[in-house]
Every structure is written in C-alpha cells, then in structure tokens.
C-alpha cells in the first residue's frame, strides 16, 4: 500500500481486524480505532486482561487465528510476530482485502495529527515518551499517547486524545518507524541492537537517517548531544534541530546542580542556551532519567508547555510499567522490575540502583533472544559490575530457535571470569526458593530483562507472605 494515501480516510474501510490483537500496541491501536467509530476484531492464542478490556469496549476476540474468523472485516492488521502462512492473513489475501502491518497502521493514525511526535533510540524511549505523556497531560494539550508500557495517569499504554498532538514511541527493529510521519523527532541514543536484522552499527544508523529525514524542513529534531552516532546522523538534517545533554558543552538544553536523594531520584536546575529557566524534581532514579527528562523538556517546552507544567508533570511521573518498577516490599527487601535487556541497559538500571538505598543488590538477568546474547555476550559479561550478586536463568528466546552455540550458563562463566559473583539457576521456582535463603532485610533484588522474568520477583513475595 501507497503509504502517502491514508486508508483510513476510504469510506469503505468500517471494520478492522487485527491479527496478534492481545499485543501491547496491537491493542491499544485497536482501542483507538474503536474511540474513532470502526467496528473492530481480532484475534491471539490465548485470552488476556487486553483482550477482554477490549471485548468490554466492543471488539469482537477470537480465541486461536483461523480462517474462518475473517468474514466481512474491510482490513486486516498484523505484527511482525505473525508469519506470512497464518490462515487469517492468507484468509485476507484470497479476499482481495488490503492487508498491513501494525507499524504502517500506526503512521496512519500518526498522519491524521498535524504535530506527530516520535520518540526514538536503542534505550529510553518508553520512559521518555511516557514523560513527554505526563507532561502534555499536565499542561492540558490532550494529546493522544501510544506507549510501549503501561502509563498509570493514562490507565493503560493508549490515550485517546482530541488535539492535534499524537505521541509515541518510534522502534527502529525492521525499520518500523520509517512508516510514520512526525512532525517533530526525538532520538535518544544510537546503538547496535537488534542484529538479528542489522548487520552493523553503520546500518542502524542509516536507518534513523532515513526515519529523520521524514521530518518536513518545518519540523523538529531533538537530538542527544552526548552521543555521537546520534550527533554525526542529525547533523546531516535541514530541519529544526534542538540539542540537549550533560557532557557536551554545545547542547542547547542541559541540567546542573544535580543532586540525588535517598532514592536515587535527581533534582536540578534546567539551563536553556545557559541561562536558567526552571527546577526539576524527578520521581524515578537514576542519572540516565535526568538525560530522559532533558529530552522530555525540550520537546514539551517547544510544544508551548510553560516550565511550571514541565516540573509538575515530571514531579508527578512515577515510571511506567516495568521500568524501575517497585513489586514489592517484605521483611524489609525490596523486590524491583526492570526491561534491561542491552548492556547499556543494564549498567544503567544498576547505576540507578546503586543510588538508592539499600545493602547488597540481587540481580536476576534473564537474556533476551539468543542473537543478542551471543553478540553482546562480553558486553554483558561486564555489564553487572554494580551487583553484589548476579543470578543468570535462561534465554528467552521469543521469536528466535535455539541455535545451540549460546547458553545463559556461559554468560554466567564469563561474568565469574570478569570477577562477578554470578551463577546459572534454570528454574524459575529454584531461584524465588534460593533467594529467599540468601537475601537479608535492607537487600534489594532486581529482575532484569523483556521476557518473563518479572514471575521471579512475584514468587519471591509469595514465598515470604505465606511463611
């Protein structure tokens, strides 16, 4: 389909089916497509609290993808994660209905506001889209929002909106972002990722080149200042560019006067150009939050948010879902969720850690795709220097097959070899038991990773409130 036509706009397209639609943005896609008036269906392998919201608001769900599912739907959407054969997509075909993929559905929601706002980069952009969110919502712009995680003050990871501004998340993995169309960009960092489709970082960062260069020579780019792939990329852009950072002094916005309390969290003053023009509190920990929170202000302030909007807001942002996320406190131990899954991840959440209070910090790693763990495999192995004790269980695979020359228990060797106290623990179950013979009051245990580690933390407080 001729991305530059919207078939959102034909007259004839009245009912949408999505295939994957118990997906996180498969869903909230499909939650917006209901506030808009379309009748909506779709399909996944299982019932979930997404589906059964949007069966609430609607949608018709269908448990398992079989051909018989698609009747008289005018479109069908799918992930990524759906393969070419699946009998709903073939279904579609042999009807002669359009069929297209969840990144090209979301440019063309993106297409129908005016001021489109994509947030991109290998790291941050959940958390810095979820505090641009907060911060719109706070200065009364009712944008709608599209998130990677759970969002609180918005209920979910989708707000339906009635502006013209349109925030999301921009993912680089298959060149997704490269069907949007944003008004303003924002690119946090550039780093090799996702290789089992990028050859190298030379191609990654020929892909943001041609995601930034979708910017109309009106529009915005907002850029990190600190990182060079992200520096040598933009500089080659026509349109308007705002720069923010805490190491390079040309950086137009930047941060001083940082301090942290006993949580982590920073305070400091915000300087636009050198001169100074508020103070900012943050909620969630960490020093890379303070460039997540520059980043934030930048594109609030020039969307017209008044600095007094931009502190409260981010005084008020908690974190999203599984981002430094609290799971619980017993007997004195703290029990916290991260996404992690990239060495530059990792040594972040750690560095967050490590500045809040605690004694000895746990952490459960578990790796994310075996391409990505045999690539990074020395990364990771000196990734976890801020952990006291590091628990490695073993790769979740998602869309990939074991290949069979990568294990977790190799990562765990290698951290031992880089001096970390590092072992391997396969069952889930074994590793809830062994902490809770290990950990002491003021410990903190982290999970760490995309999968399904978060169970871990959860068997831990169950363990210890049934004693």
């Known amino acids: 389909m001729n991305i530059n036509s919207n078939i ?15 997906g996180s943005s498969m869903s909230g896609l499909a939650e917006i497509l209901l506030a808009k008036g379309y009748k909506v269906s779709g ?20 448990i398992g993808h079989r051909s018989e599912n698609i009747t008289d739907q005018d479109l069908t959407v799918y992930t990524v994660a759906v393969k070419e054969d699946n009998p709903e997509i073939t279904r579609s075909k042999e009807l002669g209905l359009p069929v297209i993929d969840r990144a090209e559905l979301l440019g063309l929601l993106m297409k129908k506001h005016s001021f489109g706002i994509a947030v991109a980069g ?67 960092n550039i780093e090799l990722d996702h290789v089992d489709y990028f050859r190298d970082l ?25 990182d060079e792939n992200t520096l040598s990329v933009v500089s080659k852009k026509e349109c308007n560019i705002i720069t923010y950072g805490l190491k390079n002094k040309d950086a137009m916005w930047t941060a001083k006067g940082i301090t942290y309390n006993s949580m982590g969290c920073a305070s400091f003053d915000v300087y636009k150009k050198g001169e100074k023009v508020g103070n900012v509190s943050l909620s969630v920990p960490g020093p890379h939050n303070v460039n997540n929170s520059l980043a ?25 879902h599984k981002r430094f996320e609290l799971k619980g406190l017993v007997d004195n131990i703290k029990v916290i969720d991260d996404y992690a899954h990239h060495p530059s991840e990792v040594q972040a959440t750690l560095n967050a850690a ?43 695979a998602a869309r990939e097959k074991d290949p069979g020359d990568i294990h977790s228990s190799m990562l765990a060797d290698r951290i031992r070899e880089n001096g970390g106290n590092a072992v391997y623990i396969s069952d889930f179950q074994d590793i809830a038991e062994y902490l809770d013979k290990k950990v002491e009051p003021g410990d903190l245990i982290l999970t760490m990773g995309a999968g399904d580690i978060v169970r871990i933390g959860e068997m831990f407080l169950n363990l210890r409130a049934n004693k």
């Open 296 to 320: 934030a202000i930048a594109v609030a302030y020039t969307c017209g948010c008044s600095m007094e909007n931009i502190a409260y807001g981010l005084s008020r942002f908690g974190g999203s």
């Open 8 to 22: 959102l706009d034909c007259e004839k397209i009245k009912y949408v089916h999505f295939v994957g639609i118990g």
């Open 354 to 396: 490590k500045s809040s209070n605690h004694n000895k910090i746990w952490c459960v790693f578990q790796p994310h795709t075996y391409t990505r763990t045999k690539a990074f495999l020395d990364r990771f192995s000196k990734s976890f220097g801020e952990a006291d004790n590091i628990i490695i269980t073993d790769i979740y």
């Open 122 to 188: 290998t790291h941050g952009k959940t958390t810095t889209t979820s505090m641009i969110t907060t911060i719109m919502l706070e200065s009364n712009t009712d944008p709608t929002a599209h998130i990677g995680g759970e969002l609180d003050c918005i209920g979910g990871n989708t707000r339906i909106g009635n502006s013209e501004f349109f925030i999301t998340e921009a993912c680089e993995y298959y060149g997704s972002f490269l069907k949007f169309h944003p008004f303003m960009a924002v690119v946090l």
């Open 43 to 62: 399909s996944d392998i299982k019932s979930s609290n997404s589906t059964q919201k949007l069966e609430a608001k609607g949608a018709e769900i269908f």
């Open 202 to 226: 030379e191609h990654i960062k020929s892909i943001f080149g041609e995601f930034l260069a979708l910017v109309p020579n009106d529009g915005y780019i907002v850029a990190c200042a600190d």
